[in-house]
């Protein structure tokens, strides 16, 4: 079914049209004979539904044993919490974004909206503003000790687009956690950085916009180029889909639609079951967000309608850990 009723300010040929429980602004394009019906907007939701969890749902604190604990993002800012929901706590105020953290999680760095960059460390009340890389702060990455950021910078967005090009480098800022100094290691080609990792030798990977990915050795000061064949050994980070043992997570359906597998030398089990997931025209959000396995690899922990849960694997049960948030990262429990 269609209905179409003329609209003001949008022009002669601007339509409000109910296409299967969607409302849709659209208009006529015409060339030459022919005319196409374009959508210029979605003004309403349009129909289909989120779906459901199919598991046992228990609070997390009857089934999970393990005290991991994760960071996550929230309207509140950034909140510390073990997988059984205690311990939580706010690490940064809502005013600052996650950029990296250390495995222990108790070393963060930060950023606001300005692209400033901050450290938020234990023994301080307040995170500490890096001023020297205000409005430039681009990639960061804490090294797995903590006791150095590495840092690119952005374009400097306060001259004229044109010129945004020309301020754009490979350099890397080396940041004292403890003192704030600043190690320039300085540019070797007009190229944005787009993300740092930390190798298992102490070495920079450099993912770069055009070149690909770069080795930087801090002790020469030397940059090569990675080959795709051949990836660096990087740093662990916390959480991921694959144990070591082989198995794996693997969402089920689009995006995850039908909910969470693992696949093991076994074969696959559906551990997080959705039900009545249906999508409507413009529906592309995921049903399933960030989904990694728990340092015992016993518990699944995914993000799902604007929330963070928890899931056993053994029993299937699930609980909501923490609500209106998602996953930053997991912390190494050995820390």
Request: glycine share 10%; proline share 3%.
């Amino acid at each position: 079914m269609e209905r179409s009723t003329e609209t003001k300010g949008f022009g002669k040929r601007g339509t409000l049209h109910a296409v299967n429980g969607c409302a849709l602004l659209a208009t006529v394009a015409t060339c030459g004979r022919t005319s196409v019906l374009v959508v210029v907007a979605v003004l309403a939701a349009c129909g289909g539904s989120p779906g459901r969890l199919a598991n046992e749902r228990r609070g997390v604190s009857s089934f999970v044993t393990e005290r991991q604990t994760i960071l996550a993002a929230t309207g509140n800012g950034l909140v510390r919490i073990a997988l059984d929901g205690s311990g939580k706590e706010r690490v940064a105020s809502g005013r600052y974004h996650h950029l990296s953290s250390t495995p222990d999680g108790r070393t963060l760095a930060v950023g606001d909206s300005d692209t400033n960059i901050f450290l938020v460390v234990p023994q301080d009340s307040s995170p500490r503003r890096i001023t020297q890389l205000d409005a430039r702060a681009g990639a960061a990455a804490l090294s797995p000790d903590g006791k150095r950021l590495a840092v690119a910078r952005h374009a400097d967005f306060t001259l004229p687009q044109a010129q945004w090009k020309t301020t754009e480098d490979d350099a890397i800022y080396l940041v004292d956690t403890d003192t704030l100094a600043i190690d320039v290691i300085p540019a070797s080609r007009e190229e944005l950085v787009t993300g740092i990792r930390w190798a298992t030798d102490g070495a920079l990977i450099l993912s770069m916009m055009d070149f690909g990915t770069v080795r930087l050795d801090l002790a020469t000061r030397q940059r090569t180029e990675v080959p795709r064949e051949a990836p660096p050994e990087v740093a662990i980070t916390n959480g991921g889909t694959r144990c070591s043992n082989g198995d794996m997570i693997e969402l089920a359906g689009h995006k995850g639609d039908d909910g969470i597998d693992v696949i093991t030398s076994k074969g696959t089990t559906r551990v997080v079951r959705i039900e009545g997931r249906s999508r409507g025209f413009h529906d592309y959000q995921a049903t399933i967000g960030d989904a990694v396995f728990s340092a015992s690899c016993r518990y699944i922990v995914f993000e799902m309608q604007n929330a963070v849960w928890v899931a056993d694997r053994e029993s299937g049960t699930v609980g909501q850990l923490i609500d209106g948030a998602y996953i930053k990262t997991l912390v190494d429990p050995a820390r």
